[in-house]
Every structure is written in C-alpha cells, then in structure tokens.
C-alpha cells in the first residue's frame, strides 16, 4: 500500500519503541522515523547491574524496531506540529509527532548533589561501575534514596563489591507494607548494609555526606537516586509544559493544545517529576515499564484516530505488581491494586527474584514480537496489556 503518513517518533525508550512498533504493524499506509541519541535501546531497568559490573543494558534496536522503521541516530532540538528540526540540521517534515523523550537525573536541591553519581542513564551507571573498580579496598559508598531504585542498587552493589562499605540514607520502601519493609530490611542487613533512617541529606561534601541532624557519613563514592529532570525540548519548542517541563497530554495522550503531538511515556503527576509526560487529571502512573509499554501502544493508537479525523479514546490503565531486586538471587513481587496501592500480597525471597528475572525478560521479548508484527491482539486496551505483562 502506498503511503499516506509519516510519524516521527522523538525517543526510542520503552514507550518510543511499543509506540513506533504498533503503528507500523498495524497500519501500512503509515510511514515512522525513529530519532534516538543511540542506536541501541537501553534497559532503564538493568542500570544498577551495569553499575555493579553483573549484567548488561542495551539491545540494538535493529533488533527491536520493526523492519519498516527509520533510525535516525541524533538528538530533536525543536518539536512543531508537523516537523521535527534536529541537532544535525535535519528537518523532518511529518503528520503526527510521538514524544517519547524520558528523562534524565537531576541534581536536585541537595547542595553539592554535582558530586554524585547516578544510575539514571547508560553513561552515569557505566562512570559508576569503573568509579568503583577503580576505588579501594574498604571504600565507603553512600546511596542516598530508599525507593526501588535505591533498593535495587544498594543491594546489587553490595553483593556485586563485598570489599566495600554499603551505606543506605533513606528509609527502605517506606510506601510498602510492613511485612515487606521487614523483610526488606532483613534482606540489608544480610548484606551487610548499614541504614541511616529517619533522616535526609543536608549536603554532599568531597569525602563525606552531611544529614540534617548534624552527623556527617564518611563517603568515597556517593550515588543519588532519588530525583529525576526531563528534558528541556518540549519547553524550547513553545510546547504546553507544566512548572516542571513535562509536557502536558489529555487522557487521550493528545497534547493538550489540540495539535497532532502525542506524549507517551510513564509520569508521576502527584509524587514528584518522573517521565517527560504529565497525563492531566491521572494521580497514578508510576515510572516503569509497566506504564511507559501500554501507554506507547495507546499513543500510537492515538496518533491513527487523529491522522483519520477521529476522535481518539482516553487512556485506562492499571497497575498489578512491584517487582523489585534485592541483588540477583533475592527479591520481591508485592502484588498491588489497579491504582498501584500495595495490598497484603507478595512474594519475598529466593522465589520473587526468577519472576523479576522473567518480568525483565518477557518485556524484552515481547518487544520483539511486536517488532516481527506478532504482538498480542490488536482489540485490547492498555489496562490489559499491563496486567498480561505482569502475569509473565
């Protein structure tokens, strides 16, 4: 079929690539480019492995991107309704616009947060890694955080470098049940993690973390994962963006100035800046892939409606689980209710930590599916592709 429509699709993240795959699968007449800093796709959630040096992170997206689809490896530095102007000198003139940008760490208010490390991004978690290779024997790390994040690296950094000293500020999944957050603790002190709860970071300084009661840590290393930033490109375009930079989406993902751009992508609207899309009038989309994957089907479902005139349906989405790692061989799977509150159910230890495993992988491979036009039925909303990710 001759094509009618080009969509260029700004980001190739979980949402970028499920959003880029569905249209091409579904729609022949469509046309996508794909612009992305890199050629591979990176799994945000395997960064506190390249950190530790226990695993890996990145896929070439040849090998995820569907066979019809354009990669154009460069950074968008303006976004119009109908072009997407690039750092190269590129124009690409288009239909639709997906924005799929993510985010990225910020340095947050903590004066000397510069000082930090970061597994938010393929280059922070990759200068970690060889920080710590490089540091000695006995060295003091310092994780500021006590969210999923944090958990995960904490834990795979103090298995991953038993020579070193692990030091949590944070209190260790502070939203979970108190069964879990036992647990969870159990599982620290395992490994040797000291905990310095109840207290937050006045300030970072060379050698040494600073809390708010006045006691100082000692610190070779420290890593921040608490605090996200998003990229400027929706702001610098004249895009609607809300006091953060998030761009700001209807419940149909459609920007809400009515111009053909689609934002995908998880956000957390409530609890702090996450994605580099704010859905109005949504309280419960937690940054993972469990949100970004439906949410890209959705906006490419979007996009078609718009493209044929049609008024496109708003999002449903909810949320069945928590996977969390506590290092590579413990971990937890708190099951949840439809708006990501936590219910009294979950898997802890030795058996939670394959079904992560499994989780991780069968996004993976399900992308590939997609990629290959073998996706799961067209006629199901984005609740449901959630849930069926969650039961892998």
């Known amino acids: 079929m001759t094509t009618q429509f080009h969509v260029v699709v700004v980001g190739a993240g979980y949402a970028g690539v499920m959003a880029a795959n569905r249209l091409l699968a579904e729609h ?19 960064l506190h492995q390249v950190a530790a040096g226990s695993g890996t ?11 019809r689809a354009t990669l154009h490896v460069g950074s968008a530095v303006r976004i119009e309704p109908h072009a997407v102007s690039l750092a190269d000198g590129t124009v690409l003139p288009c239909d639709a616009v997906i924005y799929a940008v993510g985010s990225t760490s910020g340095s947050g208010a903590i004066p000397g947060a510069e000082k930090a490390f970061s597994v938010a991004d393929l280059d922070s978690a990759t200068a970690l890694h060889d920080a710590l290779l490089e540091a000695d024997d006995h060295a003091s790390v310092v994780v500021i955080g006590g969210g ?18 692990l030091v949590l500020v944070g209190d260790p999944g502070a939203a979970l049940p108190a069964n879990t957050q036992r647990y969870i603790r159990h599982r620290l ?43 400027d490109l929706a702001r610098r375009s004249g895009l609607p963006v809300d006091d953060d930079g998030r761009l700001r989406v209807r419940d149909t993902l459609q920007a809400v100035d ?27 989309l937690r940054m993972s892939c469990q949100a970004a994957m439906p949410l890209g089907t959705h906006g490419a479902d979007t996009v078609w409606q718009l493209l044929q005139g049609r008024e496109p349906a708003p999002l449903s989405l909810g949320f069945v689980t928590t996977c969390i790692s506590l290092g590579r061989d413990r971990g937890v799977v708190q099951l949840s209710a439809r708006d990501d509150t936590p219910s009294r159910w979950a898997v802890r230890g030795r ?22 036009g073998r996706a799961l039925p067209t006629r199901r909303g984005p609740d449901t592709a959630a849930r069926e990710k969650a039961r892998v």
Do not use: C, W, Y
């Open 57 to 67: 992170a990145t896929h070439e997206l040849s090998d995820l991107l569907h066979p």
């Open 258 to 284: 009515g111009t053909p751009i689609v934002g995908v992508g998880d956000s957390m609207p409530i609890v702090g800046v996450g994605d580099a899309v704010v859905v109005d009038g949504n309280d419960h």
């Open 351 to 372: 058996l939670a930590a394959p079904v992560k495993e499994a989780v991780v992988r069968g996004t993976i491979h399900s992308m590939r599916l997609q990629a290959r």
């Open 189 to 231: 002190d395992e490994l040797d993690v000291q905990v310095r709860s109840g207290t937050r970071v006045a300030r970072i300084d060379d050698g040494s973390v600073v809390l708010d009661d006045g006691s100082e840590i000692p610190a070779t290393l420290v890593v921040r994962t608490a605090g996200f930033s998003v990229p």
């Open 28 to 46: 022949p007449e469509v046309a996508v480019t794909v612009v992305n800093p890199r050629p591979v796709f990176v799994e945000r959630v395997r």
């Open 148 to 165: 999923l994040t944090g958990l995960e690296t904490v834990t795979e950094l103090a298995q991953s470098h038993p020579r070193h000293t």
